[in-house]
């Protein structure tokens, strides 16, 4: 078992099933990956796995183990941020950006892309920035929990819990659900990094595999909703809208027996454009990369843009004449990738170009299993917090790199941000 819960093992495993997901899927896409894609893809995938090797042999420096100070007292901490931190975002976005909410999250998120498209800026306070640097912290606090629920207090062991609140905010507030499934994926990569040194996926005594499952149903919930809600916003009133939408927008239609079935009156056809958008969601970004390959050329060097969704007003802010983020959405939208993901691979691309991006996903590989062999070494609270951002970067690959989803780079910095303030505190 804790063969498979080596990185590379775990990439294989995620990039075997996402290949066989994708050909099981009952969609056609127009831009389908040919070779030279699935070449990038399995190199990318096999770059990561030989730096996992490799950084699993290297000796990682002895770890803070975090018992002193108390992981009570951390995770307390980091909830606090995390909550100051979205409190932060809600008053900037709810009365002070000049949004207009009126219509719902849905409708002023479509609206903000159209925005974004223009160039139209959003009048942004100093509480945004200082939000988007603390809320994050409530992951670091919620990873926490589930290492270390066996011996927490009480209160520490609530704010742990409460944690998973501050991502779901933000989740809503952006009308999206990447924020809410990170947070499952990063709780089942905690359990995955217990079982690593012989403990039981979740703490005992907590009922989490009933909270798991609660938090999942209302996930799929809400993802239903703004399916329903979008589909209002773009006009699909029935089952021929979505499909002709799909031909025409998104490139891609349902296999011929979907159609019939919903014809027939054997599968309801809003279930069914429910369960297609959320299967296009989980197998489009493959097509993306061919996407690259089919403008090969087309596209500059990000330098993170890309990946790290904060750099872009940040760079519009710091660096308004060069029009870094304007330039790289034009660019990504006449190739017909902007909105799409890119598989982690591909996001390495945008991000440093084929040469680079090769070294960073090599690197990557490296980082992951030097984790890994700390972890499995020294059991360190600190280590295992490491080995479960790195364990949720790999099972997001198929949609986006491990800074690219949901403003997972802003986790990882709070998450080396806590490793090496405790390491002065402990150390």
Same mark, same amino acid.
């Given at each position: 078992?804790?063969?498979?819960? /080596? ?23 127009? /831009? ?16 990561? +796995? ?7 042999? =290297? ?6 183990? =975090? ?10 901490? +980091? ?15 709810? =009365?002070? $950006?000049?949004? !207009? ?41 919620? #990873? ?5 629920? !066996? ?5 520490? $062991? ?11 905010? @933000? ?26 040194? $012989? ?37 699909? *009133?029935? @089952? ?38 959320? !299967?296009? @969601?989980? #197998? /489009? ?6 996407? %690259?390959?089919? /403008? ?20 519009? *802010?710091?660096?308004? $004449? ?37 070294? +960073? ?8 299993? %030097?984790?890994?062999?700390? *972890?499995?070494? &020294? ?11 790195? @364990? %949720? ?6 949609? &986006? ?15 080396? #941000? ?10």
């Amino acid at each position: 078992m804790k063969k498979l819960l /080596h990185p590379a093992a775990l990439m294989a495993i995620i990039w075997a099933a996402t290949a066989l997901l994708f050909y099981a899927s009952p969609i056609s896409y127009v /831009h389908a990956p040919g070779f030279v894609a699935w070449s990038i893809v399995c190199a990318g995938a096999l770059l990561f +796995c030989l730096g996992a090797v490799a950084g699993a042999s =290297l000796r990682w420096p002895a770890a803070a183990r =975090l018992d002193t100070p108390s992981p009570d007292r951390l995770i307390i901490v +980091c909830a606090a941020m995390g909550f100051i931190g979205i409190a932060a975002m809600l008053i900037d976005k709810l =009365l002070l $950006s000049d949004i !207009d909410w009126s219509a719902g999250f849905s409708a002023a998120r479509d609206r903000r892309v159209v925005e974004v498209m223009a160039n139209i800026p959003v009048r942004r306070s100093w509480l945004l920035y200082a939000g988007y640097l603390t809320f994050s912290f409530s992951c670091v606090a919620l #990873t926490a929990f589930i290492l270390a629920g !066996d011996r927490l207090r009480s209160f520490a $062991s609530l704010c742990g819990q409460a944690s998973v609140l501050p991502m779901v905010a @933000y989740a809503v507030l952006y009308g999206g659900r990447m924020p809410i499934l990170l947070v499952i994926i990063l709780v089942a990569s905690a359990g995955l990094a217990r079982l690593l040194v $012989s403990r039981s996926f979740f703490p005992r005594g907590q009922w989490l595999w009933w909270k798991l499952a609660a938090v999942a149903a209302a996930m799929l919930a809400y993802t239903n909703f703004i399916w329903e809600s979008r589909r209002q916003l773009n006009g699909i *009133a029935n @089952y021929g809208d979505f499909v002709a939408v799909a031909a025409s927008r998104w490139e891609l239609s349902p296999a011929p027996w979907l159609d019939r079935a919903v014809l027939d009156g054997r599968i309801a056809a809003t279930r069914l454009m429910d369960w297609l958008s959320i !299967d296009l @969601y989980l #197998t /489009h970004a493959v097509t993306t990369v061919q996407r %690259m390959v089919e /403008h090969w050329g087309e596209f500059s060097i990000y330098g993170g843009l890309y990946q790290i969704g904060i750099l872009s007003p940040l760079s519009d *802010a710091l660096a308004p $004449s060069l029009q870094l983020a304007a330039r790289m959405r034009a660019e990504l939208s006449a190739a017909g990738t902007f909105g799409w993901f890119p598989t982690a691979w591909g996001a390495w691309i945008g991000d440093a170009g084929p040469a680079g991006g090769a070294i +960073c996903i090599l690197i990557w590989g490296m980082l992951s299993g %030097m984790a890994y062999r700390a *972890a499995r070494e &020294n059991g360190s609270l600190l280590s295992q917090l490491m080995l479960a951002f790195g @364990y %949720m970067c790999v099972f997001v690959s198929p949609l &986006n790199g491990p800074f690219g989803l949901a403003n997972s780079f802003l986790i990882f910095v709070s998450f080396a #941000t806590i490793g090496l303030l405790w390491r002065r505190v402990a150390g």
